[in-house]
């Protein structure tokens, strides 16, 4: 007789498996560079290293489960209070809290594609099922397709703005007409990992949005343009019942010292830190104006990445980046999405396009 093997739910057998961006091969000689994971290309500012040093001498203790400190300074820093804020190790875990927070099995969350790879993860996850909607031709969000995808199941839609990886960014108009005709019970999850890079003055502010609104909610991420990945903090600005439900779900204690610490220097550090902001924010723009006078196709972008329909060839394409020491991230058969990283991998990136250009039309 065989023994009875524990059961996985069956929804794990189609859960996809999250693929980080490739870090490079170490390539004797020379440098590399990894454009894959949307990372800030700047080390640390010295303040936000000597505050990880003196958490360091508290590693005996856990945090403060309230994160008193990085609440408060959120909390003057956007004019919310401090219970409609909640921290996670990174805003994807708020998310994933939240998802928790609002599906029961069965339930359905909508949301645009192709946009975070996340997303189908954290929404199966819950027993819930995803329900996507395709980016129009520009690869922007299709709010009324979006709209027509809701049904009596619904209980969140994304919003992904810039969207990644396609790096267009929604208009505060639309998408406040958007939530004016989504069902008052739905929760509109605005994903605004790269708000600090957004120049277009028409783009949304989520948080502008989440206002005065029962249902929608604002994440946020010290991930990008504060440049803290490897130290996993982000938060959610929402509704009081909303936030005190991701509270409730998140792992206790998930929010580390360090990255209590990390965060709040970085709040006061704003001004130095949105200085790499903006320096990385003119990379873009002449990397995009370079990548289109060579005669490619790249949508807008509002964020620290742009993205090259390449379709067929994306998977070669990248290849090509590899051999010069620079990893982007390829979305085989669709695109590929390059972060803006330092200008000498940017560089690359731009001798790679030029020289398949040359080679393959
Ligand atoms: C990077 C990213 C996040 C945030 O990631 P964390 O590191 O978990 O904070 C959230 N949403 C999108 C779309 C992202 O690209």
Known sequence: MSERLPRIRDVFETIPTYKPGKPPAPKPGRSTFKLSSNENPYPPLPGVLDALSGAAERVNRYPDMGAVHLYERLSERFGVPVDHLAAGTGSVAVLYHLLQ???????????????????????????????????????????????????????????????????????????????????????????????????????????????????????????????????????????????????????????????????TVSLDAEDALFQRVEALVAERARVVDAMREQGWEVPDTQANFFWLPLGADTVDFAAACAKEGVMIRPFPGDGARITIGESEANDLVLEVARHWRATRG
Not at 135 to 150: G, P, R, S, T, V
Not at 193 to 217: I, K, T
Not at 235 to 241: C, F, N, R, S, V
């Open 101 to 263: 927070a609002m599906c029961d099995p069965g339930d359905e969350v909508v949301y645009a594609w192709r946009s975070f790879e996340a997303y189908p993860i954290a929404v199966q996850v819950t027993g819930a099922r995803s329900v996507t909607v395709p980016l129009n031709a520009k690869a922007e969000h299709d709010f009324d397709a979006m709209l027509a995808a809701i049904t009596d199941r619904t209980r969140v839609v994304i919003v992904c703005t810039p969207n990644n990886p396609t790096g267009p960014a929604v208009h505060g108009d639309p998408l406040a007409e958007f939530i004016a005709k989504v069902p008052s019970h739905v929760v509109i999850v605005i994903d605004e990992a790269y708000r600090e890079f957004v120049r277009d003055p028409h783009v949304a502010d989520g948080v502008d949005l989440y206002r005065d609104r029962d249902n929608v909610v604002c994440l946020r991420t010290f991930s990008k343009a504060y440049g803290l990945a490897g130290i996993r903090v982000g938060y959610a600005i929402a509704p009081q019942p909303i936030a005190t439900a991701i509270r409730k779900a998140a792992l206790p204690f998930g929010v580390s010292d360090f990255a209590q610490v990390a965060a």
